[in-house]
């Protein structure tokens, strides 16, 4: 199992324009969480979706939004990006909704100009 | 609502030192902690988790509800063990969610 996957790994974007960052769960898990993390900061929570659902949503904006497919792989979506929304973004999948343990994807790092 | 605190962000140990790295909490409900590490050029991957009170890598963590903390200790630093080490706490959020709230991180350099 390649674990959680993410892509792209890298992207640049100017700001105004929307971005969609997609994320691929472990095999068998059903659920995936998002998280930004700006430079110098640990992982900041946006978004967890179970079984298709919205689950949680963290301090962010309407600009971000995301949705998860029956496959369970999920994308997260920004919408009129801002030079601030320039980080690092995980995706982690876990079993079930209160899955304990979340197991990380190696993240898309984006650049807003 | 959550707040994860992790007071130093660099700490420099000599290989075969005792080393911890600490990790303060606030939370009103019952607080499930996580440490988790990030090798240089790897993903974020778990380390180790206070319920399962295990020994990884060497490293230990305890749970100390009365100070809140859960400070992340081996006794004899390996270079190996040179990486971004973040504390974490697991929440239920209204929507049922579960939530990790990270500290900032402590890089951790293990000299020769």
């Known amino acids: 199992d390649a674990g959680v996957t993410q892509s792209p790994t890298h992207l640049i974007k100017t700001r105004g324009q929307h971005v969609t960052l997609r994320c691929s769960p472990i095999?068998?898990?059903?659920?995936v969480s998002w998280y930004q993390q700006v430079l110098g900061q640990g992982p900041q929570f946006i978004f967890q979706y179970y079984e298709k659902e919205e689950r949680g949503r963290g301090n962010f904006p309407d600009r971000f939004s995301a949705r998860q497919f029956p496959n369970y792989s999920s994308e997260l979506n920004v919408n009129a990006l801002l030079l601030g929304d320039s980080a690092l973004y995980l995706c982690?999948?876990?079993?079930?909704?209160?899955?304990?343990?979340?197991?990380f994807g190696p993240g898309t790092r984006l650049l807003v100009l | 609502a959550q707040r994860v605190t992790q007071p130093e962000k660099l700490l420099s140990v000599f290989k075969g030192a005792p080393v911890e790295l600490k990790c303060n909490y606030s939370y009103s409900g019952s607080p499930e902690l996580f440490w988790y590490v990030q090798y240089s050029r790897q993903r974020l991957q778990l380390l180790l988790r206070?319920?399962s009170r295990e020994s990884i890598k060497g490293f230990t963590a305890d749970l100390n509800k009365g100070e809140t903390s859960f400070h992340l200790k081996k006794p004899f630093a390996q270079e190996e063990d040179s990486a971004m080490y973040y504390c974490?706490?697991?929440?239920?959020?209204?929507?049922?969610?579960?939530?990790?709230?990270f500290g900032s991180g402590t890089q951790l350099t293990v000299l020769p």
């Open positions: 982690a999948s876990s079993f079930a909704q209160n899955g304990q343990t979340q197991y």
């Open positions: 095999s068998g898990h059903k659920s």
């Open positions: 974490a706490l697991s929440a239920t959020t209204s929507g049922s969610a579960r939530q990790l709230t």
């Open positions: 206070h319920i």
